[in-house]
């Protein structure tokens, strides 16, 4: 009998829970505040659909950004002429590592033809896999003004956040 009352309860607060987030009273990072050594970023109050766009893989795949719904997805726009989105490269390819079940877009946003695999490898960043967006749509569908906008990827704090929000 205790068992059957068990998975009662488990069921009603699954239900509760559902329907308190669908109604936005429940966040996904409930409770989870980012460190701060990630306080430029602001977290939004409810999930917003990403914008239609495609980037391509190294290969000249292309790839919708909505292909990736349902994970978390960190969305890193760099380019080979910015300093400080380099140095960050590294950085994003430990976070990755060491937090699987987020998934690390750096995405390439140089408007001339680089090969962005060996720049990569180059700079200690060879695990996380290539994307470009030569023509900058990411940018302008994010509206983001310019590059830089770093964040310490990598710090032990930012690396329990990510780890804690994913679960992984």
């Known amino acids: 009998m205790t068992k059957k009352i068990i998975i009662s ?13 669908g109604k936005g009273l429940l966040s996904v990072h409930q409770g989870i505040e980012p460190p701060l050594s990630l306080g430029v970023l602001v977290l939004e109050k409810a999930p917003k659909p990403a914008p239609a766009v495609t980037f391509a893989d190294g290969k000249g795949d292309r790839h919708a950004l909505d292909a990736f719904k349902g994970r978390y997805v960190l969305l890193n726009l760099w380019a080979t002429w910015c300093a ?9 390819a430990r976070l990755q590592a060491h937090a699987p079940g987020l998934r690390v877009l750096a995405i390439n946003a140089d408007s001339t033809k680089v090969d962005a695999g060996a720049f990569l490898k180059s700079h200690g960043a060879g695990t996380l896999p290539v994307y470009v ?25 930012a690396v329990a956040y990510f780890k804690r929000i994913t679960g992984s």
Do not use: H, K, N, Q
């Open 84 to 92: 400080p989105c380099v140095s960050e490269l590294p950085f994003l």
């Open 133 to 157: 967006d030569s023509d900058r749509m990411l940018m302008r569908s994010f509206v983001v003004p310019g590059l830089p906008t770093t964040v310490e990827w990598a710090s032990p704090e």
């Open 9 to 21: 309860l488990a069921v009603i607060v699954a239900l509760a829970m559902g329907i308190l987030y």
